[in-house]
């Protein structure tokens, strides 16, 4: 089981003074403030390309906020919430983060997601975007879907179908992963495209804001797909969709440099591509900034 460390709450200015002692223009100055403050936590759009990086931890708040603020181009970072810890947990840590990026929160691992029943499941996409709705930026409501670890597929449609449904209908932003496996899936149902053609249902098909392809390269004897038609056969299926990279990374010291070049300088032509990427090891790799990959991920996002 994962340890979960409780993050540093944010500070916030003592209220003991009295409102009557302060001038109306410092009063006017100060409302001002808090306005400014309360609108930049505000989830919004998302401008392309995205540079995203994936966090599965949330503690040292103050080196992921200070890697992430110091980027020269403004990335999204994908926050992993983890299994069986409540909404609450993230409050302070992801309002910080959104001080200083874009935010994209993941609802729940794939490899969590046969733990929850539909109603957990649903419940669980409830109580995330009451605590959350107003600092996540992007909801992916499916992780990884079409895995063949997720368990059961009517109930991995009915949990990201249903957690489509909540997103949409408060408002928010949705976006749909999917695991890219051509080459290396022991069902043939479970075939990316095979799998998203059967069992997506088509309002997600016409619906869905984002769909991202998770890919890693260690998990599928190392290929090295061919990127454009893969994009191109996405946007055919998912018309209205932005499309990208979910998830890429690889756990080997010696190739991590490689992989990121190679992934964040991906060519793709295809309409309504954004890049996306979110490094897996983003909170092991990026955080503190010190670190040499740090330099090397805001090398190749800004130069692309």
Known sequence: MKTVLKPKAISLPSRSFKKESIPMFKRILMSAALLAISASAMAGPVPSPIYG???????????????????????????????????????????QIKQVSYVMGELLDSFYVPKYSVNDYLQRTRDYTAQLG???????????????????????????????DIVKGQGHTAALTLYYNAGCYEKPANEMFTWAAANVPDRMKQGLDYVLISYYEDDCENLHP??????????????????????????????????????????????????????WYG?????????RLWQEFNNVTSKN
């Open 134 to 164: 107003d600092a996540v930026d992007i909801w992916e409501v499916g992780n990884e879907v079409n895995g063949e670890w997720l368990g059961n597929t009517p109930d991995v449609v009915a949990k990201i179908s249903g957690a489509y």
């Open 53 to 95: 990086m994936t966090l599965d931890g949330v503690d040292r708040i103050d080196q992921i906020t200070q890697s992430l603020g110091n980027l020269q181009k403004k990335p999204t970072a994908r926050i992993v919430f983890d299994e069986f810890v409540q909404p609450s947990y993230y409050r302070d840590p992801v309002v």
């Open 226 to 279: 061919e990127w454009q038609p893969v994009f191109d056969k996405l946007h055919a299926m998912f018309p209205n969709s932005k499309i990208g990279f979910g998830e890429v990374g690889t756990s080997k010291k010696a190739k991590k440099q490689e992989y990121m070049q190679r992934y964040y300088s991906t060519k793709i032509t295809t309409p309504n591509f954004i890049g996306g990427y979110f490094w």
């Open 283 to 291: 909170k092991q790799d990026l955080v503190p900034m010190r670190k």
